[in-house]
């Protein structure tokens, strides 16, 4: 029975990024755990607060199952989200993270700001993980500057993974669905198979 962390930035990332291989792993009897470093808080985007972040959040994690851990990240003055790579928030999230067989975390490459704080503060508290992979999450992996090298075959979990989408209708709409779809296909057909999401593994237990 694998156990597996993933440490991602927001509510959606995980649903975006890696939620098929989640859900694939998950019917095999693995326990999966995700810690968002970014806890829902004011919003800038019209139609979302941190109310309805919440509840949609709520509603994914109630569908799905996984273990939730979320991070008391610190604010800034206008009440927006301040997660800062120290000691304290190293120590804070040190204390939502068990041991695990393999780690998922942000790719190094997002231009997102959050995200890269996240790879940065996950990254020494999973190295003792089996392995440790990096997500290709769209749309930032669209500035990469290295391809992935595992392809996951999520066809069967596909549905589901649309499904978890739905649940944030203040961010992901229909049209962001379908792009993520297509994006899917397209490492479907590196990968012989109908969707795939992708990763970069930067450490493999032997």
């Given at each position: ?5 993933v440490?991602?930035?927001h ?25 968002i ?21 709520s509603?994914?994690?109630l ?36 041991e ?5 975390i ?19 508290l999973?190295?003792?993980?089996k ?6 999450q769209?749309?930032?992996n ?15 979990t ?40 992708a ?8």
């Amino acid at each position: 029975m694998k156990r597996i962390v993933v440490i991602s930035a927001h509510p959606d990332d995980v649903e975006i990024g890696c939620s098929g291989t989640l859900q694939k792993f998950s019917l095999e009897g693995a326990k999966v755990t995700s810690v968002i470093t970014i806890a829902p808080s004011v919003e800038v985007k019209s139609g979302r607060d941190c109310n309805i972040v919440s509840k949609e959040l709520s509603d994914s994690y109630l569908l799905s199952g996984w273990r939730l851990q979320i991070h008391n990240t610190n604010l800034h003055k206008n009440r927006r989200p301040n997660l800062l790579v120290d000691n304290n928030t190293m120590t804070e999230l040190a204390d939502l993270i068990d041991e695990y067989d393999i780690a998922i975390i942000p790719n190094p490459q997002d231009y997102h700001q959050d995200h890269r704080n996240t790879y940065q503060l996950a990254l020494p508290l999973v190295r003792n993980c089996k392995e440790i992979w990096c997500q290709h999450q769209y749309p930032y992996n669209e500035f990469y500057t290295t391809a992935p090298n595992m392809l996951v075959d999520i066809s069967d979990t596909w549905q589901f993974k649309k499904d978890l989408l739905g649940c944030y209708p203040s961010y992901i709409d229909q049209d962001y669905i379908n792009k993520v779809r297509r994006q899917n296909h397209a490492w479907g057909l590196q990968r012989n198979c109908k969707y795939a999401e992708a990763f970069t593994v930067v450490k493999r237990h032997a």
